[in-house]
């Protein structure tokens, strides 16, 4: 069984996941790092900082309306933590448009989110 995130690790992911879901951008914001690099996973590649997510995701959810809830944390041998999330996203009018499991790839620098890729979840993982 792989190793657990540190207690303090997995409330700052879940405050962030919560902050996402409510919609409230300054709170996500403050659990990460000033260079935080984050994926585009709705539109491709990557952006850079604060101001940078902020406008990411104003523009997302202008478009969708995605919810993301965390099911299981693992941390990885390289210090990174792996997030087995639950993810819908649903169009304006509420539609579903997708509903599956996928994983997140935190990067945490002295207790701030630095860098988020989205990512398979492992079979290894899968169910844990």
Same mark, same amino acid.
């Given at each position: 069984m792989p190793n657990q995130p540190k207690p303090t690790e997995i409330e700052l992911l879940r405050a962030a996941y919560a902050a996402f879901n409510a919609r409230d951008i300054d709170a996500a914001l403050a659990t990460m790092t000033p260079d935080v690099a984050w994926p585009r996973a709705f539109k491709g590649g990557f952006v850079q900082g604060p101001q940078a997510v902020r406008a990411y995701w104003t523009e997302q959810?202008?478009?969708i309306n995605p919810r993301v809830e965390?099911?299981?944390?693992?941390?990885?041998? +390289? $210090? /990174?933590?792996?997030?087995?999330?639950?993810?819908?996203?649903r169009?304006?009018? $509420?539609?579903?448009?997708?509903d599956e499991y996928v994983g997140h /790839?935190?990067?945490? +620098?002295q207790g701030s989110l630095q860098k988020m890729?989205?990512?398979?979840v492992p079979a290894s993982v899968d169910g844990a």
């Amino acid at each position: 069984m792989p190793n657990q995130p540190k207690p303090t690790e997995i409330e700052l992911l879940r405050a962030a996941y919560a902050a996402f879901n409510a919609r409230d951008i300054d709170a996500a914001l403050a659990t990460m790092t000033p260079d935080v690099a984050w994926p585009r996973a709705f539109k491709g590649g990557f952006v850079q900082g604060p101001q940078a997510v902020r406008a990411y995701w104003t523009e997302q959810w202008s478009e969708i309306n995605p919810r993301v809830e965390p099911v299981a944390f693992h941390l990885e041998e +390289d $210090g /990174r933590v792996l997030v087995e999330v639950h993810q819908v996203v649903r169009d304006l009018t $509420g539609a579903v448009l997708a509903d599956e499991y996928v994983g997140h /790839r935190f990067t945490l +620098d002295q207790g701030s989110l630095q860098k988020m890729e989205v990512c398979p979840v492992p079979a290894s993982v899968d169910g844990a």
